[in-house]
């Protein structure tokens, strides 16, 4: 309908997440909608600011500055400037990136920016991966370090863990065959190649929303509200562990249609 909808704080955003739990100290790797909310005071900031006050000090919130492209491939390889290249994941990652505490991890496609305690253990060895989401990236470092994926008013169909479960169970349809020689310009201007075996968008349609209902059932899943958008948080290890232990039993599990 037409009802109009109160305008939401920080505050009122950090009493929501507070209920979830989450906790200062907390890992939390975060896909966003801004406008899932309503309205926001002061916007995309305010929501950054509210993740921020809510892990404290000791805590470290992620976003996925993903700029991975469907043509990207060896006869087309991708640059990523760290402080010129917009990521495509949203305006939340976008103004979170730029601010001057936010460092990025250096994957050519499927890079995460961070600010917080534990920035540098989760995102520094991501140069070191092969594939986007193997166990040198944030996806997995978050997961062992006993972090959270939080979905502000965005479903399952944004998490990007579910790549890195791909990843780990091998399935047959995710990656490209052959490597791409890849540039990476760091925030200094220094040129980096990385060797890179990149995610293959010709694979089938994901329906990645299958696995909630399991993930709510083990209790892996909590949801909340606030404002207009739904909430959920996830623990990282939990998610991984059932969706691999799955995708082991049934690769085609993640496949729209079941079946690649």
Not at 78 to 102: N, Q, S, Y
Not at 111 to 128: N, P, Y
Not at 197 to 207: D, F, K
Request: hydrophobic share 40%; charged share 20%; with cysteine.
């Amino acid at each position: 309908g037409n009802k109009m909808t109160a305008i939401l704080t920080r505050k009122d955003i950090v009493k929501g997440l507070r209920a979830l739990p989450i906790n200062p100290g907390d890992i939390l790797l975060v896909h966003s909608s801004l406008k899932s909310f309503g309205r926001v005071e002061g916007g995309a900031d305010a929501v950054i600011d509210a993740l921020l006050e809510t892990v404290g000090a000791e805590g470290t919130v992620m976003v996925p500055t993903i700029t991975g492209r469907r043509e990207h491939g060896p006869l087309s390889p991708p640059v990523l400037d760290l402080i010129h290249t917009p990521c495509w994941t949203g305006i939340i990652p976008e103004t979170f990136r730029k601010r001057p505490e936010a460092v990025r991890s250096m994957s050519p496609t499927h890079s995460v920016a961070a600010i917080g305690a534990r920035v540098h253990q989760l995102l520094d060895e991501h140069i070191l991966s092969y594939t986007p989401c193997d166990e040198h990236s944030p996806y997995q470092k978050n997961a062992a370090l006993g972090g959270k994926i939080l979905f502000l008013g965005v479903d399952q169909k944004c998490n990007t863990t579910l790549h890195a479960c791909e990843e780990i169970a091998a399935v047959p349809y995710h990656l490209q065959k052959e490597d791409t020689k890849c540039l990476v310009i760091d925030a200094a201007g220094k040129r980096h190649i990385v060797i890179n075996r990149l995610h293959s968008w010709e694979g089938p349609e994901r329906n990645f929303p299958i696995i909630e209902d399991g993930l709510i059932r083990l209790g892996i899943l909590k949801k909340t509200q606030i404002g207009d958008a739904i909430i959920s948080l996830l623990d990282a290890a939990r998610t991984i562990d059932y969706v691999v232990g799955r995708l082991r039993a049934d690769s085609s599990l993640l496949c729209q249609n079941n079946t690649f």
